[in-house]
């Protein structure tokens, strides 16, 4: 079942992708449409698949960078959609950037270990639901504000973007706040939850610090926008750059680097 | 007015907190704490020795990375301090900055006041004392005392026999347990599992275990073949060394799948003047507290499952951070979403 859904899910991305790009080619009003219901079934059929996994392993499907991941890429559509609603329809000529993100995403979960192991101690807690779900998130809306940043940087190039710049703007900050505030709450709960099972809030371990280093980063680039006016293409390289550190914070930590989060 | 004009400006920030970053980049990125040899085996003679004399191998504990955190202390303080007549137009700016200045401030009292160390107990001893991270022994005002210490398992141990019949290949497997007989029907042994040896030495009187960790797993075996029975060890780490006879018509494989661990437990009993005032059963994500002293489930000597290892903490800072943690999330969230309105 679980394999199927995952194809299901490809498959659904990709239609995303190939029919929202072809609206690229027409002029009417819902020409992103089609494409934008594939990748709301798309979310919804993940949904499924991640509600699957915790039903089958009886624990949430956060429990290692299989899981966690399609969870970053199921909230990363949730954070577009929510701004998609508030935008009233504004932005839904991002559907094929964030189908064709989506569709990487997928290419890289598919590489990583999917079998479903029992929760080790130091993850039998209920912090792990709040603390792994609110830093995903984060990390969702800074993947946003990346790709919008792309679309940004590249606007000479697309003539689409042309009088979207401001909204596309603003949606690089909204993302950018959004997962900031997230990333706050994710690094708090975790240091609570370090400070309940370990007894130390901090100890500096290699995730911890990058978490640190990429919130000093947000909070650069969100003091340069407010102090300095720092908007639309030197924002947009700020968010690029910033999510540099959180993939590294994310991968490249789990990897290279070992610590107590060596499971995630 | 002119010092603090200085110390509030916008342009320290940015200089305190890139440093912060390329700081922690550094100690992110440079093994913490490790020994010399590792540094000059690493990064060369000449970078290994500069990693050591620029304090990059203890980068979060260095006095210019301390001096950093206090400067940029200093700039906030003095920024909330000028600014604070915008309590009333960004209140929230205002209260996530003072959040920091919090958990600045706790991270002092951490500093100075806090106590992180370990104690090993051994199931029916007591202690007094622990031992502090960086080595010396602290005293504990009450006597803790371990009375058990269990694991569980979401999946025990398992001995997996492998037998395959020589003359044709044929094999079968089956888990055996300790004291337990199996029968390999349709190649007509039966195999009983006598003794386990989780880390297998030869010693002046035979056949032991040096101890209790799983290192170099074997079994006693009594195979019985053909209404004959012998004797055999076969080890998981040497499946070619199996003392199986000429004559024998099959050979048998051992292999170890180690258990997957559930919990690990420690009911623990707190003594005061002889007395006891206190009994609690801690597992991980499940501390004991007593007298401002909390004491955690850390881990176990795989070499004697009789010893716990307890993490022992003292931390009067926590308040004070939890309250900075607690501003910070409100100040933000009123800095960023009081106003809902579209994208």
Same mark, same amino acid.
């Given at each position: 079942?679980?394999?199927?859904? /995952?194809?299901?899910?490809?498959?659904?991305?990709?239609?995303?992708?190939?029919?929202?790009?072809?609206?690229? #080619?027409?002029?009417?009003?819902?020409?992103?449409?089609?494409?934008?219901?594939?990748?709301?079934?798309?979310?919804?059929?993940?949904?499924?698949?991640? +509600?699957?996994?915790?039903?089958?392993?009886?624990?949430?499907?956060?429990?290692?960078?299989?899981?966690?991941?399609? #969870?970053?890429?199921?909230?990363?559509?949730?954070?577009?959609?929510?701004?998609?609603?508030?935008?009233?329809?504004?932005?839904?000529?991002?559907?094929?950037?964030?189908?064709?993100?989506?569709?990487?995403?997928?290419? @890289?979960?598919?590489?990583?270990?999917?079998?479903?192991?029992?929760?080790?101690?130091?993850?039998?807690?209920?912090?792990?639901?709040?603390?792994?779900?609110?830093?995903?998130?984060?990390?969702?809306?800074?993947?946003?504000?990346?790709?919008?940043?792309?679309?940004?940087?590249?606007?000479?190039?697309?003539?689409?973007?042309?009088?979207?710049?401001?909204?596309?703007?603003?949606?690089?900050?909204?993302?950018?706040?959004?997962?900031?505030?997230?990333?706050?709450?994710?690094?708090?709960?975790?240091?609570?939850?370090?400070?309940?099972?370990?007894?130390?809030?901090?100890?500096?371990?290699?995730?911890?610090?990058?978490?640190?280093?990429?919130?000093?980063?947000?909070?650069?680039?969100?003091?340069?926008?407010?102090?300095?006016?720092?908007?639309?293409?030197?924002?947009?390289?700020?968010?690029?750059?910033?999510?540099?550190?959180?993939?590294?914070?994310?991968?490249?930590?789990?990897?290279?680097?070992?610590?107590?989060?060596?499971?995630? | 007015?002119?010092?603090?004009?200085?110390?509030?400006?916008?342009?320290?920030?940015?200089?305190?907190?890139?440093?912060?970053?390329?700081?922690?980049?550094?100690?992110?990125?440079?093994?913490?704490?490790?020994?010399?040899?590792?540094?000059?085996?690493?990064?060369?003679?000449?970078?290994?020795?500069?990693?050591?004399?620029?304090?990059?191998?203890?980068?979060?504990?260095?006095?210019?990375?301390?001096?950093?955190?206090?400067?940029?202390?200093?700039?906030?303080?003095?920024?909330?301090?000028?600014?604070?007549?915008?309590?009333?137009?960004?209140?929230?700016?205002?209260?996530?900055?003072?959040?920091?200045?919090?958990?600045?401030?706790?991270?002092?009292?951490? +500093?100075?006041?806090?106590?992180?160390?370990?104690?090993?107990?051994?199931?029916?001893?007591?202690?007094?004392?622990?031992?502090?991270?960086?080595?010396?022994?602290?005293?504990?005002?009450?006597?803790?005392?371990?009375?058990?210490?269990?694991?569980?398992?979401?999946?025990?141990?398992?001995?997996?026999?492998?037998?395959?019949?020589?003359?044709?290949?044929?094999?079968?497997?089956?888990?055996?347990?300790?004291? +337990?007989?199996?029968?390999?029907?349709?190649?007509?042994?039966?195999?009983?599992?006598?003794?386990?040896?989780?880390?297998?030495?030869?010693?002046?009187?035979?056949?032991?275990?040096?101890?209790?960790?799983?290192?170099?797993?074997?079994?006693?075996?009594?195979?019985?073949?053909?209404?004959?029975?012998?004797?055999?060890? @076969?080890?998981?780490?040497?499946?070619?060394?199996?003392?199986?006879?000429?004559?024998?018509?099959?050979?048998? /494989?051992?292999?170890?799948?180690?258990?997957?661990?559930?919990?690990?437990?420690?009911?623990?009993?707190?003594?005061?003047?002889?007395?006891?005032?206190?009994?609690?059963?801690?597992?991980?994500?499940?501390?004991?507290?007593?007298?401002?002293?909390?004491?955690?489930?850390?881990?176990?000597?795989?070499?004697?499952?009789?010893?716990?290892?307890?993490?022992?903490?003292?931390?009067?800072?926590?308040?004070?951070?939890?309250?900075?943690?607690?501003?910070?999330?409100?100040?933000?969230?009123?800095?960023?979403?009081?106003?809902?309105?579209?994208?």
């Amino acid at each position: 079942m679980s394999t199927f859904l /995952f194809s299901l899910v490809f498959g659904l991305f990709l239609a995303a992708f190939v029919v929202s790009a072809v609206g690229f #080619f027409f002029t009417m009003k819902w020409r992103f449409r089609p494409g934008l219901a594939a990748l709301v079934l798309g979310w919804a059929a993940l949904g499924v698949l991640l +509600g699957l996994r915790w039903k089958d392993s009886g624990h949430l499907p956060l429990s290692n960078q299989y899981e966690s991941m399609l #969870f970053m890429l199921w909230a990363m559509q949730a954070v577009f959609f929510y701004f998609l609603y508030r935008s009233l329809d504004a932005l839904e000529w991002l559907s094929p950037w964030v189908s064709g993100l989506s569709l990487v995403c997928m290419g @890289v979960v598919s590489l990583l270990n999917s079998a479903m192991e029992p929760l080790v101690p130091a993850l039998q807690s209920n912090w792990l639901l709040i603390h792994v779900t609110t830093t995903m998130l984060g990390y969702a809306a800074f993947a946003l504000a990346f790709l919008g940043g792309v679309i940004l940087l590249m606007k000479n190039k697309l003539k689409s973007v042309g009088e979207k710049e401001e909204a596309l703007d603003s949606l690089l900050f909204r993302s950018c706040a959004l997962g900031f505030w997230l990333l706050t709450l994710g690094i708090i709960t975790g240091a609570v939850w370090a400070n309940s099972a370990w007894g130390s809030y901090w100890t500096w371990d290699p995730k911890e610090t990058w978490a640190l280093i990429t919130w000093i980063f947000y909070a650069i680039a969100i003091h340069l926008r407010r102090t300095r006016g720092w908007r639309n293409t030197r924002f947009a390289g700020l968010m690029i750059a910033g999510f540099v550190f959180v993939v590294f914070t994310y991968f490249g930590v789990n990897y290279l680097l070992s610590g107590l989060h060596s499971y995630a | 007015m002119k010092l603090l004009d200085t110390l509030s400006s916008i342009r320290l920030f940015y200089t305190c907190a890139s440093l912060l970053l390329v700081g922690c980049v550094l100690g992110g990125v440079i093994p913490q704490n490790a020994p010399p040899e590792k540094y000059l085996e690493m990064f060369g003679h000449v970078f290994g020795g500069a990693v050591m004399r620029f304090g990059l191998a203890d980068v979060f504990r260095s006095y210019w990375f301390m001096g950093l955190l206090a400067f940029s202390a200093l700039n906030l303080l003095a920024c909330s301090i000028r600014r604070w007549k915008s309590v009333k137009v960004r209140p929230g700016v205002f209260i996530a900055h003072v959040a920091v200045l919090f958990i600045f401030a706790g991270g002092i009292v951490r +500093g100075g006041f806090s106590q992180h160390g370990f104690l090993p107990l051994e199931a029916g001893t007591s202690s007094e004392t622990f031992t502090l991270n960086n080595g010396r022994t602290a005293p504990l005002p009450f006597s803790i005392h371990l009375r058990d210490f269990s694991i569980d398992y979401w999946q025990p141990e398992l001995h997996r026999l492998h037998v395959q019949r020589i003359s044709d290949g044929l094999h079968e497997s089956q888990d055996v347990a300790l004291d +337990g007989a199996v029968k390999f029907n349709p190649i007509g042994i039966t195999v009983k599992a006598v003794k386990f040896f989780p880390n297998f030495i030869m010693g002046d009187d035979g056949p032991a275990s040096r101890d209790e960790a799983r290192e170099n797993p074997a079994l006693e075996l009594l195979v019985n073949e053909g209404g004959v029975e012998r004797r055999q060890f @076969v080890f998981a780490n040497f499946p070619d060394f199996h003392q199986t006879p000429q004559n024998a018509s099959s050979r048998i /494989f051992y292999e170890y799948v180690p258990g997957r661990v559930k919990q690990f437990n420690s009911r623990l009993a707190i003594f005061e003047n002889g007395k006891e005032v206190m009994e609690k059963t801690i597992h991980v994500n499940n501390p004991m507290t007593y007298k401002g002293f909390r004491f955690f489930q850390a881990g176990f000597d795989p070499k004697n499952i009789r010893f716990s290892s307890l993490q022992v903490s003292k931390d009067p800072s926590v308040p004070l951070i939890y309250l900075g943690f607690g501003l910070l999330l409100v100040g933000l969230a009123w800095a960023f979403l009081k106003r809902p309105g579209r994208v």
